[in-house]
């Protein structure tokens, strides 16, 4: 059978490539990504804080990275293999420039930046006679927290917040000691983040095979599939769904230059019980595309345990069944099920550690000597490295929380928990390709839930409210990219160490252009006319939970241990059920995260994605499943490009508010 047009291409490309190795990770590709790695640094907070456009990378999905990527495949690199093949960037390559964009995806905003800058000082400037934070929370806070001369009213925060006067300077020597205290943690968990993924990578890949559906795009751009070169851009199927989001997205931009040019309305409410049910109606491109991806057992677990949950909590409120804990704002909406959606985590983990117990016991052979270095060459971190550096890791951010203020005797269960809801959320977000997910709670507010005020004092409670910098609103983080990007590290055939130093360089690109960024932006226009959920809403919600709970010293929750364990119980029975009945059609991970608030905006993207590919695979089987592929990808891809694309329009003429996307 005679090659298609696009296979001989490939195969002459390579053919002529002068005989480069393509599995192997080049200095140039390093260069490109930390290249790549500061141009989000610099564009995600520019984007949020500056423009008030679309999200460039809050969440899972990564949309610069994609889009990066995208204009580099079909620009620059396209143009290379068709007159100067050898010159051409290799999959390989690719696919490094690609994951040091996804690592350093996880720093500028949600991830680290965003949240260090404001947290750290909020306290000291939201203080005031009302609250009584001044003498109840500030003076617990360590003065090495927060920047030098750190007080309610002092200018080295008020700046931050509200600008600088004419002609001042950035007070960085002032916030010298206190970064220098913050970032070697944060860079610590990010450590440990990719020490753990390395451990984890060849049993969620190789042994499980778990779906990854937010690799597929990448590989097929970077030609993983076709001898390196990108036949998606081939296919007009492609090109229908990317114009389709791209047209879609450029729609809801003009409607925000030219307020005329009718409104696209992707999203409707419908109340089914008046004060009581609300339900959303949301079409997400991205989110069609990513669910087009995975099993029509986990899609349909997906939206199923999300419309159950609601009707769970439309009968709760109904029947006046409430707690009056308060575990914080983040995940689930209800403290029952915050604690019930904590017990499915905890199940997940253990459980999959258990399913895993052949692997770790390889692990181990390899870290006491017993086994070969064969076992791990392909990692990008050896297994020895990978299990010391998890272990010091943890032991040095457990003593950051200890003179942070967290009790000792807390510090073990605060990590367990943290690292449960971390590496839970990265094994759901490869699975499912909830490319928009939060845990249903944060190991900050079940913790103190479970102990109750008395173990950990006001100033535990207050050191507990500093750790909603990087436990919080995990809605992306080093883990998840790690997991991505490991996967996708088969197309690298030699030297698999270097990408190691790739992550590192992309996190530490990106830390000093984010950093660079985000300070000057604030002392210069002042923080509060930035992101108002990064300088506003996030530091008062964290520290009005921490007042709560030093104000009204709870007990411990005798209903949150029992919640708790009824979550991991019931989390445990679906998972017999489905290993004991072929006919069983619930995946558990749908009820893992049914009850959280960004699943209540994306079941209905869900259930029509899966009645989208339920339809394709009952007329059309696999071919037609395999054919429609690309329009799904078109939809991630267009939707991506379209949002950077007007970002630079934004930029260029200096219009502001104009969100393409949400989710």
Not at 298 to 303: A, G, H, I, R, V
Request: charged residues 10%.
């Amino acid at each position: 059978m005679a090659a298609k047009p696009d296979e001989s291409r490939a195969n002459q490309t390579l053919n002529n490539s002068g005989g480069r190795q393509h599995g192997v990770i080049t200095g140039r590709a390093l260069l490109l990504g930390a290249v790549g790695a500061a141009a989000i640094g610099l564009l995600a907070p520019w984007a949020i804080h500056v423009l008030h456009a679309s999200y460039m990378a809050l969440d899972f999905s990564t949309p610069a990275a994609v889009a990066l990527l995208f204009v580099l495949v079909a620009g620059p690199n396209l143009l290379l293999l068709r007159f100067r093949r050898s010159l051409a960037l290799t999959t390989a390559e690719l696919i490094t420039i690609y994951t040091m964009m996804v690592i350093a995806s996880a720093v500028p905003t949600m991830g680290l930046t965003a949240q260090v800058i404001p947290l750290s000082t909020g306290a000291h400037y939201y203080a005031t006679p009302e609250n009584n934070w001044a003498e109840t929370i500030v003076p617990n806070i360590p003065a090495w927290a927060a920047p030098q001369g750190a007080a309610p009213d002092t200018p080295v925060i008020t700046y931050l917040f509200e600008g600088l006067p004419a002609g001042g300077q950035v007070p960085w020597s002032a916030w010298v000691p206190s970064l220098s205290a913050w970032i070697p943690m944060l860079l610590a968990v990010h450590f440990v983040m990719i020490c753990m993924m390395v451990l984890l990578r060849k049993q969620w890949v190789d042994n499980e095979r778990l779906a990854y559906p937010l690799t597929y795009l990448p590989l097929a751009l970077a030609g993983a599939d076709s001898k390196g070169w990108p036949v998606i851009l081939s296919r007009k199927t492609f090109w229908i769904g990317f114009g389709i989001a791209f047209l879609a997205g450029s729609w809801v931009g003009l409607h925000n230059y030219f307020p005329p040019v009718p409104s696209l309305k992707l999203v409707q409410s419908v109340a089914l019980v008046k004060g009581i049910w609300s339900l959303s109606f949301r079409i997400s491109f991205p989110m069609i595309g990513f669910f087009y991806l995975v099993s029509l057992e986990t899609s349909f677990s997906l939206w199923f345990f999300n419309l159950l949950t609601q009707a769970v909590r439309a009968a709760m409120t109904s029947l006046g069944i409430a707690s009056t804990e308060n575990l914080g704002i983040y995940g689930a909406r209800d403290p029952i099920l915050k604690y019930v959606g904590t017990g499915a985590f905890l199940a997940l983990v253990v459980t999959g550690l258990w399913v895993a117990r052949g692997h770790l016991s390889l692990i181990w052979k390899r870290v006491t000597g017993e086994a070969g270095p064969e076992v791990d060459e392909k990692e990008i971190l050896s297994y020895r490295v990978a299990f010391w550096g998890t272990i010091i890791g943890l032991v040095l951010i457990g003593w950051w929380l200890g003179a942070s203020g967290l009790p000792a005797l807390v510090v073990p269960l605060f990590l367990l928990m943290a690292f449960v809801f971390f590496i839970g959320l990265t094994r759901i977000v490869a699975e499912s390709g909830m490319a928009e997910a939060v845990a249903p709670a944060i190991a900050s507010a079940v913790v103190p839930g479970w102990l109750g005020w008395g173990v950990l004092g006001d100033r535990g409670m207050t050191a507990l409210g500093l750790t909603y910098i990087w436990t919080s609103d995990i809605r992306t983080f080093v883990m998840a990219s790690a997991a991505n990007s490991l996967k996708m590290t088969g197309v690298i055939e030699a030297k698999h160490r270097r990408l190691f130093w790739g992550f590192v360089i992309a996190i530490l690109v990106a830390l000093v252009a984010s950093m660079w960024l985000t300070m000057t932006r604030a002392y210069s226009q002042g923080g509060v006319t930035m992101s108002n959920w990064f300088f506003s809403g996030s530091p008062q919600a964290a520290f009005k939970w921490v007042e709560d709970w030093c104000g009204r010293q709870p007990s411990p929750s005798v209903g949150g241990w029992v919640y708790t364990a009824l979550g991991a119980a019931i989390y445990l029975v679906l998972t017999a059920l489905r290993f004991r009945s072929p006919k069983w059609p619930f995946h558990p991970i749908g009820y893992c995260i049914g009850s959280v608030w960004l699943m209540d905006q994306l079941w209905f993207t869900i259930f029509l994605t899966w009645l989208t590919k339920g339809a394709i695979l009952r007329y059309g089987g696999m071919v037609a499943y395999q054919n429609m592929r690309p329009i799904f990808l078109g939809l991630i891809c267009g939707q991506f490009t379209c949002n950077v694309a007007w970002v630079f329009i934004d930029w260029l003429t200096g219009h502001t508010y104009n969100q393409i996307f949400w989710i």
